[in-house]
């Protein structure tokens, strides 16, 4: 899959655990060390074994007074030490309120292998090269109602446009490699994109 093309200037921030410039290279962005006020998005990546850096709390706090779109990415999920889940709960405890419009899948060995979104419980697998998308079964929508509710919940009370005004944080898992989350945080750039003022 080609890596993203946008004109949205993006920031990746985060410890060196996470992979910060992995991900930088591959959707076209910038790793900083400092918050940039220039940056119209910002991308936080979390390795969830790793925990969160003082330094990389810091850096949101202050990027709270520039109302910069800002996204958490959580990558090293195949390593199977601490999951997705864990990483939202410290993400929420030393951010911000962080929302999760998607979640992990994993196949009989442990390791992720499908997203599900909480909006429309449509699951896309990710284990071959020609991602597919389906229906949940009923199992797995009885396993995620509480999740969806409280993501459903989230959006209507931010509203429509909060990811795009900085007012809502998503989560997104990402292996690179296996192309898992690639194309949702595209979309999240493409949001961003289509905002910006006209080029014209």
């Known amino acids: 899959?080609?890596?993203p093309s946008s004109r949205v200037r993006i920031h990746i921030y985060g410890h060196e655990s996470g992979d910060p410039h992995a991900v930088a290279h591959f959707f076209g962005a910038s790793v900083?060390?400092?918050a940039n006020p220039e940056s119209e998005l910002a991308i936080f990546v979390i390795d969830p074994s790793a925990g969160i850096s003082p330094e990389t709390i810091s850096l949101?706090?202050?990027l709270d007074d520039y109302q910069i779109p800002r996204m958490v990415v959580v990558t090293h999920l195949e390593n199977q030490i601490a999951d997705f889940d864990d990483a939202v709960m410290l993400a929420t405890r030393v951010f911000d309120q962080i929302?999760?419009?998607?979640?992990v899948l994993h196949d009989d060995a442990g390791l992720p292998c499908a997203?599900?979104?909480l909006e429309t419980h449509e699951i896309t697998d990710y284990t071959h090269k020609e991602h597919t998308v389906s229906m949940s079964t009923e199992e797995h929508q009885t396993l995620v109602s509480e999740f969806r509710s409280e993501y459903l919940e989230q959006i209507e009370a931010a509203g429509p446009d909060a990811f795009v005004a900085g007012l809502l944080f998503p989560a997104i898992p990402l292996?690179?490699?296996?192309e898992l989350g690639v194309n949702i945080i595209a979309k999240?750039?493409?949001d961003i994109e289509q905002a910006l003022p006209s080029s014209s």
């Open 1 to 3: 899959m080609p890596t």
């Open 32 to 34: 900083s060390a400092v």
């Open 60 to 62: 949101w706090q202050e």
């Open 99 to 103: 929302v999760t419009p998607y979640l």
């Open 115 to 117: 997203l599900i979104s």
């Open 175 to 178: 292996w690179i490699e296996r």
């Open 188 to 190: 999240y750039i493409q």
